[in-house]
């Protein structure tokens, strides 16, 4: 098993969490305002650096290390959600390089195979570089022990594939999903698990499975912030309740507009967490999920 994969399932046991919010912002100062609001509740924060206005690329003082700081205070991993889905030379530099240097920052970032399986070799090269050198100095100040108990994560970096989307219409096969198990088994020491809507692996496989378009119903809803479950937006983006998605098999929720415009979204993200984690004990996941295979969405 992947060690941040390892580190991920005990930081789930001891917060009792199984949310990722997904930080559907445009500026730096809502994604970390956000990051601190829902920090106590989850265990994975996700973010989209390119869609972000006023980037301070700083790697001490900058947006990245305010953000690691943040996660370090209130015990959560950091995934970029960057889709890489280029030729190796091209994804290694996005990956390492110009104002964001993801490598730097997130624990986790994801991909497309499209490119094939060099995709991600040319990212496990680079994740390797960054867990080799320096360790343990990282340059980021102002930790806060807010969790005791929790560990600081593996310097390790880890990957998940895009198996599976949650998106109308979207291309991404039943032949696409295998090749990507196929192509993660061969990566281990890199690959954690996977973004689907369940389990695409064997159950005794030690992969990860994250799952989006996830959302409540009209009436848990405390403020209508979310499009409710079982309808989609105006972008084919389509809706399933948390508790539904935990007993498909998925590990972790995957909540974006639902909690980031929420009118509070502390307690949006606090009431997301408790409605899946209850399903997760229900379920007794990870690693015996009750496994429901369902067709593709069209």
């Known amino acids: 098993m992947h060690p941040l994969t390892s580190y991920l399932y005990d930081l789930m046991h001891l917060k009792r969490s199984n949310l990722c919010v997904s930080a559907d912002v445009t500026t730096t100062s809502a ?22 206005s006023n980037w301070d690329a700083d790697p001490h003082t900058g947006t990245g290390a305010k953000l690691a700081a943040i996660a370090r205070r209130y015990r959560f991993l950091i ?119 369940q389990p695409v692996s064997e159950p005794e496989e030690p992969f990860i499975v994250m799952t989006p378009g996830c959302a409540l119903s009209r009436e848990e809803s405390l403020d209508g912030s979310e499009f409710p479950s079982g309808e989609k937006d105006t972008l084919g983006q389509q809706y399933v309740h948390p508790r539904e998605l935990i007993l498909r098999g998925s590990d972790i929720i995957i909540v974006g507009t639902g909690i980031c415009n929420a009118v509070d979204p502390a307690a949006k993200a606090e009431q997301y967490r408790k409605v899946a984690w209850k399903a997760y004990e229900e379920g007794d996941a990870p690693n015996e999920p009750p496994v429901v295979w369902l067709p593709s969405m069209e």
């Open 31 to 52: 994604m970390l305002t956000l990051a601190e609001a829902v920090g106590p509740s989850i265990v994975v924060f996700k973010t989209h650096a390119d869609i972000l």
């Open 79 to 197: 995934f970029e959600d960057r889709k890489f889905a280029d030729i190796g030379f091209t994804v290694q530099l996005q990956y390492s390089g110009g104002d964001y240097r993801i490598r730097e920052w997130a624990h986790v970032v994801n991909a497309h195979i499209l490119p094939g399986e060099d995709v991600v070799r040319a990212l496990k090269e680079r994740a390797f570089e960054w867990a080799g050198c320096n360790e343990g100095e990282d340059g980021f100040e102002g930790v806060d022990e807010r969790f005791e108990g929790i560990e600081e994560p593996p310097r390790e970096r880890g990957l998940l594939l895009l198996a599976q989307m949650s998106s109308k219409g979207n291309f991404l096969d039943e032949e696409y999903t295998r090749n990507c198990v196929s192509i993660a088994r061969k990566h281990q020491d890199f690959v954690m698990g996977f973004i689907a809507l």
